[in-house]
């Protein structure tokens, strides 16, 4: 038990306080507002926030907290804590998880991915792989930043759950399998692909 409302704990880091809760209804959706001009949409549930430091990203455009923080964004030691009012749509979460990896100077792995498909990367004394897991329904083609090598080709008949690649550099040139392409199909889920740069 924290008091002090809510979020108690993390208020300082917040820079903020939670007055209210108001979830919204089975289908009810309210507007998010930027300062550009641009509107989204959210749902399942809203809060009053009382910034307290913390500055307003975008804002509650209708619905009973209109005009209302809906996103905020706060200055904390050496970095920014970032906080939703609401559940924003699909698109608009991206694009919100996109400000917040520019404004933390976070690059992705494989960047232009096609939606559902997850890029990361792990290296070892045996070499750098990155893996594509494509957490969808269909295949779809990754276009790759430069040659990359498929070292656990598909077994004929046979459905693989992991894939991966390794990178044709210092001692894996030895022992990678011998294609190599700057383009990618990912199977679907749950085959994964690891590759690496040549």
């Given at each position: ?37 641009t509107v989204g949409r959210a749902d ?57 990896c520019r404004t933390a100077s976070v ?65 894996t040139d030895r022992t990678v399998d ?21």
């Amino acid at each position: 038990m924290h008091l002090g409302g809510y979020p108690a704990p993390l208020r300082e880091v917040l820079g903020l306080r939670v007055e209210e809760f108001w979830p919204l209804s089975e289908k009810e959706t309210v507007d998010v507002r930027h300062p550009d001009g641009t509107v989204g949409r959210a749902d399942l549930w809203s809060e009053a926030v009382v910034p307290e430091g913390a500055d307003v990203v975008a804002e509650f455009g209708s619905g009973h907290l209109a005009g209302r923080p809906a996103v905020t964004r706060h200055s904390f030691g050496e970095g920014h804590a970032w906080y939703l009012a609401t559940r924003l749509a699909p698109g608009a979460m991206r694009a919100l998880i996109d400000d917040v990896c520019r404004t933390a100077s976070v690059a992705p792995v494989l960047p232009g991915l096609p939606e559902h498909v997850q890029a990361a990367v792990r290296e070892g004394d045996g070499g750098r792989f990155v893996f594509l897991l494509n957490h969808g329904r269909d295949e779809v083609d990754v276009v790759l930043p430069g040659p990359m090598t498929d070292v656990l080709p598909p077994r004929c008949g046979r459905r693989r759950s992991r894939h991966a690649a390794r990178s044709r550099s210092s001692r894996t040139d030895r022992t990678v399998d011998r294609r190599s392409s700057r383009r990618h199909r990912c199977r679907r889920n749950p085959r994964d692909v690891g590759c690496t740069p040549r």
